[in-house]
C-alpha cells in the first residue's frame, strides 16, 4: 500500500460523521508507529442511499489513483441487513464498503480478489463497545481500510468470497446496459453511461442525435465552444461516455434532466 486512504460518501459535511470516520482511522494509525498515512476526500455530497449513482462516481473518481492505494466507500441504505460488508482488490488497489452494488463495477475485472469482513480484530474501537448497526461506516468500513492501508494484508481481514458479494446495482442498472443519466454536474451537463465504443454509441454517432424527453439532441459537438448558443448537443465527455449540455447555460435546468432518466437513440 501506499498510505493514501481516500473516502466517498453520502454523509455531508454538516454533520460529525466523516469527523468520526477519520478519528478511527487517526486511531487505528495510531497503532502504526513508523506508518505515515494520508486521508483525501474524494467527495461527500452525493444523494443519500443513491448506489447507482454513487459507483459512477467512485468508479470515475477513483480512475486515476496509483495502485496501492486504498479507497473507503460508503452509500449504505441497507446498513445493519443482510447485506455483506466487503473489502477486494483489483488493479492493485482496495475498495473497502458495502456489498450492495457500490462496488459492482469491478465484478468483471480478472484480478478481483473478493473478501466478507468478519474478523472481529478489525472492526470496531477499543474504547467503544460493540458494532453499531446503524454506522458500520465507522465501526467496520473504517477500520478495515485504516489496516489495509498500514499494510495489513487483505486476507487478513476477511473470510475469502466471489465476486457476487459485491452485489448488483439496483434494477441490473449495469453500465452501459441502457442509455442513462447517472451524474448532473454543476454545470447542468447531464453525463450518462453511454459508451463510444458500445452498440448505442455507434448509433448514436451514425444517427447525430439522441432523444432525451422526447426531445431530439444533436451531436457529436468537439467541444462547448463549437456549439450554437442556446440550443443542446451531445458529446463526448472526457470519461469516455455521451454527455448533454447546453453553451453558457445549463441542460438539465432548461431540459429538465434528472439522474435515471433513459435516453433513446434512433435507427441511423
Same mark, same amino acid.
Given at each position: 500500500?501506499?498510505?493514501?486512504?481516500?473516502?466517498?460518501?453520502?454523509?455531508?459535511?454538516?454533520?460529525?460523521?466523516?469527523?468520526?470516520?477519520?478519528?478511527?482511522?487517526?486511531?487505528?494509525?495510531? !497503532?502504526?508507529?513508523?506508518?505515515?498515512?494520508?486521508?483525501?476526500?474524494?467527495?461527500? /455530497?452525493?444523494?443519500?442511499?443513491?448506489?447507482?449513482?454513487?459507483?459512477?462516481?467512485?468508479?470515475?473518481? &477513483? *480512475?486515476?489513483?496509483?495502485?496501492? &492505494?486504498?479507497?473507503?466507500?460508503?452509500?449504505?441504505?441497507?446498513?445493519?441487513?443482510?447485506?455483506?460488508? %466487503?473489502?477486494?482488490?483489483?488493479? @492493485?488497489?482496495?475498495?473497502?464498503?458495502?456489498?450492495?452494488?457500490?462496488?459492482?463495477?469491478? !465484478?468483471? !475485472?480478472?484480478?478481483?480478489?473478493? %473478501?466478507?469482513?468478519?474478523?472481529?480484530?478489525?472492526?470496531?474501537?477499543?474504547?467503544? #463497545?460493540?458494532?453499531?448497526?446503524?454506522?458500520? @461506516?465507522?465501526?467496520?468500513?473504517?477500520?478495515?481500510?485504516?489496516?489495509?492501508?498500514?499494510?495489513?494484508?487483505?486476507?487478513?481481514? #476477511?473470510?475469502? *468470497?466471489?465476486?457476487?458479494?459485491? @452485489?448488483?446495482?439496483?434494477?441490473?442498472?449495469?453500465?452501459?446496459?441502457?442509455?442513462?443519466?447517472?451524474?448532473?454536474?454543476?454545470?447542468?451537463?447531464?453525463? &450518462?453511461?453511454?459508451?463510444? /465504443?458500445?452498440?448505442?454509441?455507434?448509433?448514436? /454517432?451514425? +444517427?447525430?442525435?439522441?432523444?432525451? #424527453?422526447?426531445?431530439?439532441?444533436?451531436?457529436?459537438?468537439?467541444?462547448?465552444?463549437?456549439?450554437?448558443?442556446?440550443? +443542446?448537443?451531445?458529446?463526448? @465527455?472526457?470519461? #469516455?461516455?455521451? /454527455?448533454?449540455?447546453?453553451?453558457?447555460?445549463?441542460?438539465? !435546468?432548461?431540459?429538465?434532466?434528472?439522474?435515471?432518466?433513459?435516453? &433513446?437513440?434512433?435507427?441511423?
Amino acid at each position: 500500500m501506499n498510505g493514501y486512504l481516500t473516502m466517498t460518501t453520502d454523509f455531508g459535511l454538516r454533520d460529525p460523521w466523516v469527523a468520526e470516520l477519520k478519528g478511527v482511522v487517526a486511531g487505528v494509525w495510531s !497503532r502504526y508507529p513508523d506508518f505515515v498515512g494520508r486521508m483525501i476526500d474524494l467527495g461527500h /455530497e452525493l444523494d443519500a442511499g443513491d448506489i447507482a449513482t454513487g459507483s459512477w462516481f467512485l468508479q470515475r473518481a &477513483t *480512475a486515476g489513483w496509483p495502485s496501492g &492505494t486504498v479507497h473507503l466507500a460508503v452509500v449504505d441504505p441497507g446498513v445493519g441487513t443482510g447485506r455483506p460488508a %466487503v473489502a477486494c482488490r483489483a488493479a @492493485g488497489s482496495c475498495f473497502v464498503g458495502p456489498g450492495n452494488g457500490l462496488l459492482a463495477f469491478l !465484478r468483471d !475485472r480478472d484480478d478481483l480478489e473478493v %473478501v466478507i469482513l468478519d474478523r472481529t480484530l478489525y472492526l470496531g474501537q477499543p474504547d467503544r #463497545g460493540g458494532i453499531s448497526s446503524t454506522f458500520h @461506516g465507522r465501526d467496520v468500513f473504517a477500520p478495515v481500510a485504516a489496516h489495509l492501508a498500514a499494510g495489513v494484508p487483505l486476507g487478513q481481514v #476477511g473470510t475469502p *468470497a466471489g465476486a457476487e458479494a459485491l @452485489g448488483s446495482l439496483p434494477g441490473n442498472r449495469t453500465p452501459g446496459a441502457a442509455c442513462r443519466i447517472v451524474w448532473i454536474d454543476r454545470f447542468g451537463n447531464a453525463v &450518462t453511461d453511454l459508451t463510444r /465504443e458500445g452498440r448505442l454509441g455507434k448509433r448514436a /454517432e451514425a +444517427a447525430g442525435l439522441v432523444v432525451v #424527453g422526447g426531445r431530439p439532441v444533436p451531436g457529436p459537438v468537439e467541444t462547448y465552444g463549437l456549439a450554437p448558443a442556446g440550443e +443542446a448537443f451531445w458529446y463526448w @465527455g472526457s470519461g #469516455g461516455t455521451l /454527455e448533454i449540455a447546453m453553451r453558457g447555460r445549463s441542460a438539465a !435546468r432548461e431540459l429538465d434532466l434528472q439522474v435515471g432518466l433513459v435516453l &433513446t437513440v434512433p435507427e441511423a
